[in-house]
């Protein structure tokens, strides 16, 4: 069964399109990286998954209409929105407590663990822990949660790299076991490369770009050309040029990496690189990768 | 630092297949009930501080009570009743008082406050219905405060009569007379009784009111809670030379204290000679109206959390 199954979702807020008909199909047990740029419609498309905004179109999240079930859908999806949304006033012991006491899937003894491994006290008030201790217990709340399907909406914006780091190792290492799916926005797309199982790119409300990681790797490839063979690399259509350092940079789809061998070291592209192949062409928002 | 698509299916662990507990919707609510009064510490703390400051204020007056207990002596029984009752009732009312004001806040700010915070984000991830986090905001006017005010008015009284006792036995006055003036259980359940339909029932459609537009309003909620009253009051001033509409919402307001109960003249709802006419209550057509609109306020409440964002 899809996880996630929508078909011409649509939402407009006043006169302003955010999604203009979105199809889109995650299969149980990817890890799903949803890149856009800003305004792209990423987080209103999340925010439909969740069951937080109406919509129009067809959408299913584990079989169930989000927008009508939303209570009911919550005990097998959690998310993590991409503002910190835990309550400044709430305690730590009383966080816990809280969602043992609501959610049938929490276990709490796992959380504590979690909780074990950093230096937040039980005792603090949220308001006093700093950005990345929020994000530590918020994560450590979520991965005790046995969900279905986690949604993680630019959850390491702000934090620096080690925290950042942390954070996704975690959740691989101690969560992710292949029966889950889960889906996460975010501009800090190169160190999602290895992570991630599918990726999609979405653009002006559509999704313009989809594909495994594995076709991402056997499909693409970057090569650095020096200008004497250029013209020989330009007859095998690459999809995009850029110059770095008075040489040109060129990205090829389909393309035989034996043939591509012989204008210089054959690389995978970056996922930021490839955006920018993808999309940059049709839009202004290169800056986004 | 394995982020490796490999060393992710070694290392994966299996999801421990651990039966779901069942999460009742009555432990949904006691949660949601225990997370209110966590955020919203007031609602237990302004009553407890205003007891506390009355004590203070009362045990030093009592170094007074026995000079005032000889004074009294050879007044009718009324009069002597209503001098050694005074403070009993001053402590009550300042609950009763206290109640309404902290009702007042709590409703408008409580579903204003999770969308300003964007807690509302954290909430909504919890598989907790919008019925149950707005029926659990309601309890606290409704339910909570009524009998939080209720209880520590009843230990107030205690705690005076007990000061006051220790005052008199000092000073050698008999203390029978201050014992026999003062039922405490009686006057704790005829408070309890006037709260809950005075001050809970009666003004229902005024705090549910609150809490919709609380959930509707994106800034200065009282003044969009008050704004149609005096609309309302002021079109029909201009228009009829009357005020109905304003004396109606006033009287739902501060509670309507001669339909629950029936006191020969001015008596406190604690006094024991009060009778209450619970059923004469309940057969008020007003009180079912009021019911009615407060049930139709919380419903959009309800329907309006769905669609609300933080702000």
Redesign the interface.
């Known amino acids: 069964m899809a996880c996630i199954e929508a078909r011409g979702l649509k939402k407009a807020f006043g006169t302003t399109i955010a999604l203009e008909g979105v199809d889109l199909r995650v299969e149980e047990g990817r890890i799903l990286g949803l890149i856009g740029p800003n305004g792209a419609g990423k987080t209103t498309a999340l925010n439909a998954i969740l069951g937080l905004i109406p919509y129009e179109g067809q959408l299913k999240v584990l079989g169930r209409d989000p927008w009508q079930e939303r209570d009911r859908l919550m005990r097998d999806v959690s998310f993590i929105a991409d503002v910190a949304v835990l309550p400044r006033w709430m305690r730590v012991s009383q966080a816990l407590d809280y969602v043992a006491g609501v959610h049938p899937r929490f276990d709490r003894a796992k959380a504590e663990g979690f909780l074990a491994r950093t230096t937040i006290k039980h005792s603090s008030k949220i308001a006093e822990l700093s950005k990345g201790m929020v994000t530590q217990l918020h994560l450590a709340l979520v991965m005790a949660i046995d969900a279905r399907l986690l949604v993680l909406d630019e959850p390491t914006l702000g934090l620096d790299i080690l925290f950042r780091k942390q954070f996704y190792d975690s959740l691989l290492n101690d969560y992710y076991d292949r029966s889950r799916t889960i889906v996460v926005t975010t501009h800090q797309i190169d160190e999602l490369q290895d992570v991630l199982t599918d990726l999609m790119f979405i653009d002006r409300g559509r999704i313009v770009f989809t594909c495994s990681m594995e076709d991402f790797e056997s499909r693409y490839a970057e090569v650095t050309v020096n200008p004497d063979r250029l013209a020989a690399a330009h007859a095998l259509k690459p999809i995009h040029e850029r110059q770095m350092l008075g040489r040109s940079v060129l990205i090829f789809d389909r393309t035989s990496r034996q043939d591509l061998a012989a204008f210089g070291e054959v690389r995978t592209p970056t996922i930021a690189d490839l955006f920018v192949a993808v999309v940059g062409g049709t839009t202004q928002a290169k800056g986004a990768a | 630092?394995?982020?490796?698509?490999n060393t992710?299916?070694d290392?994966?662990?299996?999801?421990?297949p651990?039966a779901?507990?069942?999460?009742s919707p009555w432990?949904?609510f006691?949660?949601?009930v225990?997370?209110e009064l966590?955020?919203n510490r007031s609602v237990y703390l302004a009553p407890l501080g205003v007891a506390a400051v009355f004590l203070v204020g009362f045990a030093i007056s009592s170094f007074r009570l026995p000079a005032k207990m000889r004074g009294l002596t050879g007044l009718d029984p009324m009069h002597y009743h209503d001098a050694i009752a005074q403070p009993y009732d001053i402590a009550a009312g300042l609950m009763m008082l206290i109640g309404i004001v902290v009702s007042i806040f709590y409703c408008a700010d409580t579903l204003y406050g999770?969308r300003r915070?964007?807690?509302?984000?954290?909430w909504?991830?919890?598989?907790?219905?919008?019925l149950?986090v707005v029926l659990s905001k309601a309890s606290i006017p409704f339910v909570i405060l009524p009998l939080l005010v209720s209880a520590i008015a009843l230990a107030m009284q205690f705690i005076m009569l007990l000061m006051s006792s220790i005052a008199l036995l000092g000073s050698g006055v008999s203390i029978s007379g201050l014992w026999n003036q003062l039922p405490l259980f009686q006057m704790a359940l005829l408070m309890l009784y006037h709260v809950a339909t005075a001050h809970a029932l009666w003004p229902a459609p005024i705090y549910s009111w609150l809490i919709l537009v609380s959930g509707w309003a994106r800034r200065a909620v009282i003044l969009w809670a008050v704004l149609p009253i005096v609309a309302i009051a002021g079109l029909e001033a201009i228009a009829f030379r009357t005020w109905h509409f304003a004396a109606l919402v006033g009287r739902r307001f501060i509670g309507d204290a001669h339909s629950v109960a029936v006191s020969p003249g001015e008596m406190f709802p604690t006094n024991p000679m009060v009778h209450p006419t619970p059923f004469h209550f309940l057969l008020t057509p007003g009180l079912w109206g009021g019911l009615l609109l407060a049930v139709i306020f919380l419903g959009l409440a309800v329907r309006l959390r769905?669609?609300r964002?933080?702000i």
């Open positions: 630092m394995n982020t490796q698509s992710i299916r290392s994966a662990m299996p999801a421990a651990a779901p507990a069942v999460i432990q949904s006691y949660w949601s225990r997370r966590w955020e999770e915070d964007r807690s509302i984000l954290f909504k991830s919890l598989p907790v219905s919008d149950t769905r669609y964002a933080p």
